[in-house]
């Protein structure tokens, strides 16, 4: 692969002439893609004053910041065409799934490759809700956090809680190929980590959801369906027979069911990543988690709301989308990486909130979600950059159902636990076994160079040459402001 070649070349074939040797390298497609190790070939003698770091000789490197043209892996999971809008889990398209599926049966779809039978469902169910209730220890462990935490801070350090309390599923504890061997006994343990991870995540969830409110916590009850479980856990207050509105448990298992995967995003990514050191799936969903915290992914659906509350009345969107033109404001909820036309999630969305809206009443910032919308779809700035809406308005939906702002992450992890797994699973059994992710990089930092005395050097100083200085207050300060044996130099 990748080798100099005289002879001709293949039709499913690259043909790269390197410039700087005369050589001609025949690279194979396959799939349609080539293999990034091809360019390792590619090697050549350092020109005259060339950095010894750039490692000419030993072959090239593709540079790929962002990932924006890298496949890491071969996977059966989920499809995207960004261009079409499309987006089918295991072949089958969302739209459908949306209408005819739920949550759960979505998931067995995603991490094992085929719709159930009737028979498998029930016991896939039973298992995932048989395993939501968690140790007594758990509510000491949530309550240790002040009353003002971020539940997603919870959520993501309840997950890697989780993984002290098994052991047999900790491959640095058990042995490093108890997930990848794909015996029978293998296949086992690892199903039964996927029980655990999916049951609990709504039981975690709700428990950092009640942390904020003061409130004990609720044993998961029996006889409800996933999404009706959690509402249960969330907001039940010992009331008798107490049983959620089906309408927001069947919009809300239907948004889990759209947010269940999404190819590999950022989250799903450092799971991967992380969980190439064969790391439990524990400290791998954690990960994922945390990655997810972040505004520029899962936290996407609270900035949505946040700008629709800066706006506030429709007739404010024309001076807020010119104000975006002019890059004073930033645009949330339009465009997307991989989407350079409307989500195929939108649309579904848009539907289920209309169900919501039924029996909640409009919010208030619908007009102008809808206002912004329109603007946006008219006007030729956002057409040309193909700033099309996304999935990130179904904060919308989660505003209409009384969940505050900093939880919508929560609700966005929560049903991405069974993506995450899916693509740790598919991983563990791949076919060569698990490679650790090690990316290279492109150093062009200093040269070697000597070390200098510190009576000898010469101070380099300028913004992010050093570090920034740390005003202090309170205790602090009158701390440095007091006389006591072994004093430096006050930082006032």
């Not at 050549?44 to 072959?59: H, L, Q, V, Y």
């Not at 609720?218 to 089906?246: A, C, I, R, W």
């Not at 995003?265 to 990960?287: E, F, K, M, R």
């Amino acid at each position: 692969m990748g080798k100099p070649s005289e002879a001709q070349a293949s039709n499913n074939s690259l043909t790269v002439r390197d410039n700087r040797t005369g050589k001609v390298y025949n690279v194979p497609i396959v799939d349609n893609s080539i293999s990034a190790t091809a360019f390792k070939a590619m090697s050549a003698s350092r020109i005259p004053g060339e950095r010894e770091e750039n490692e000419t000789e030993k072959g090239l490197r593709v540079s790929d910041r962002g990932f924006l043209n890298t496949a890491v892996m071969r996977s059966t999971i989920t499809y995207i065409d960004g261009e079409a809008g499309v987006l089918r889990y295991r072949g089958y398209p969302i739209e459908q799934l949306a209408v005819h599926s739920s949550h759960l049966e979505t998931a067995y779809l995603l991490i094992y490759g085929s719709l159930p039978s009737a028979a498998q469902m029930l016991e896939f169910e039973s298992e995932v809700m048989h395993h939501g209730t968690v140790h007594a220890d758990a509510e000491h462990f949530c309550r240790s956090f002040r009353y003002d935490a971020h539940p997603m801070a919870i959520l993501t350090s309840a997950f890697a809680y989780l993984g002290s309390y098994y052991r047999e599923a900790n491959p640095s504890l058990q042995g490093q190929n108890i997930f990848t061997r794909g015996d029978q006994e293998s296949l086992a343990l690892m199903d039964k980590q996927i029980y655990r991870l999916i049951g609990k995540a709504t039981t975690l969830a709700a428990m950092a959801y009640r942390v904020r409110q003061g409130r004990d916590f609720v044993t998961p009850p029996t006889g409800l369906s996933y999404t009706g479980s959690f509402l249960y856990q969330m907001d039940h207050l010992g009331e008798k027979n107490y049983v959620p509105n089906p309408v927001l448990e069947k919009a809300l298992d239907v948004l889990f069911l759209l947010h269940a995967d999404h190819e590999l995003n950022a989250s799903a990514t450092t799971v991967l990543q992380t969980g190439s050191s064969l790391v439990d799936p524990y400290s791998a969903i954690a990960a994922g988690c945390a990655s997810l915290y972040g505004p520029l992914h899962g936290g996407a659906n609270e900035a949505v709301i946040r700008m629709l509350i800066s706006i506030g009345k429709p007739e404010n969107v024309p001076a807020f989308i010119e104000a975006v033109k002019k890059r004073e404001k930033v645009l949330s909820g339009f465009g997307h990486r991989v989407y350079k036309t409307s989500d195929p999630r939108s649309f579904i969305v848009r539907k289920t909130a209309d169900e919501v809206f039924k029996i909640t009443g409009k919010d208030e910032l619908l007009e102008t979600a809808m206002a912004l919308h329109d603007a946006a779809m008219k006007d030729e700035y956002f057409i040309k950059r193909k700033l099309a809406p996304n999935v990130d308005f179904c904060g919308l939906i989660y505003r209409a159902m009384g969940f505050p702002l900093d939880f919508f992450p929560v609700l966005f992890a929560v049903p991405r636990v069974v993506g995450w797994l899916a693509h740790w699973r598919q991983m563990m059994l791949q076919e060569g076994g698990v490679k650790i992710w090690r990316p290279r990089q492109i150093y062009v930092g200093a040269g070697k160079r000597d070390y200098v005395p510190v009576d000898k050097r010469v101070a380099v100083e300028g913004p992010k040459l050093t570090p920034s200085k740390v005003f202090h207050s309170g205790i602090t300060k009158r701390k440095n402001l007091a006389s006591f044996t072994g004093k430096v130099a006050a930082r006032l």
